[in-house]
């Protein structure tokens, strides 16, 4: 028999978007409105992402909420509209809207657009650590780039670079692209090459010891794709990676604010974008973590009431893979 759906909750908030401090706190447990699709979802662990606490001053939602940070989502149903493919007490996972206030809380809504069966063989540890980067890397090489999709062949001997490879993204856009039949070059620290190596990248740059541009001065290097994960010099650097008529696209930033002044390639391809939650793309990892095909990878697990140091690891960026936490700890 399910539990009770209690009217408070632990829930962590932004006091306001000015300050990137947060409080643990308890707040009623929210009310789902069942005629937009929304579903109550009991969480078990969730995801923070990083910068997202600056992300109320820099992009304001475009209506008053509580600010409530963390969007990835493990969970369980335990209300939902009738007409919804998603039932009480099934398990599910997701990338939440960012319109809504977020996840860290005891209770969270999703809606049908954004939910997914989540994966049967891991762990809620594990399953929170996947919606945000897999489909954001989905979505950069099968919608974005344009090459084509996952199943369409066209990636067949395309060679993808992707910096910050042993990073949340970096680590999908590794495992995606490989298995869509792509050469793949990662960038990361010399503590993450053999990670990187596991997901599938053939050669893995060591940025403290290879300068990228540097590495690019060699025709055999050049390559079709780059997937840019970091901004900032990475990215300024990636650009002499680029074979002519390659695509660069960042999660970062838009590629022409950094790019060199002296740079004298063409008919490069530059993108930036910004992921949005997919149910379709979300169904189609889940499929491939239960084949044993990807895998999520997580760098450490906390209860809520740690969510202080959390962050500071989150924030240090040496965190290798997600960031988790685990609500039924100190629960």
Known sequence: MASPIPKLMRALIQPNAAETRLILTQCEVPVPDKRAGEHLIRVHSIAPCAGELLWPKNFPPPKPRELIPCYDIAGTVVAAPESSPFRVGNEVYARTNYFRPGC??????????????????????????????????????????????????????KRVLVTAASGGVGIWVTQLAKLAGATVIGTCGPENVELVHSLGAVEVINYRTTNLREWAQAPEKKVDVVIDCIGRKSLEDAWWAVKTGGILL?????????KPEEYTGTGVNSIFFVMSPNRAHLEEITKLVDEGKCRSVVDSVWPLEQFEEAFKRLDSGHAKGKIIFDLSLNN
């Open 250 to 258: 960042s999660i970062f930033q838009p590629p022409e604010q950094v």
């Open 104 to 157: 860290a809380r005891d209770y969270a809504i999703g809606v049908v657009d954004e939910l997914a069966h989540r994966p049967q063989h891991l762990s809620w540890v594990q399953a929170a650590a996947i919606p945000l980067s897999s489909q954001t890397a989905w979505q950069a090489l099968f919608v974005r780039s344009g090459v084509g999709g996952f199943t369409s062949g066209a990636w067949k001997g």
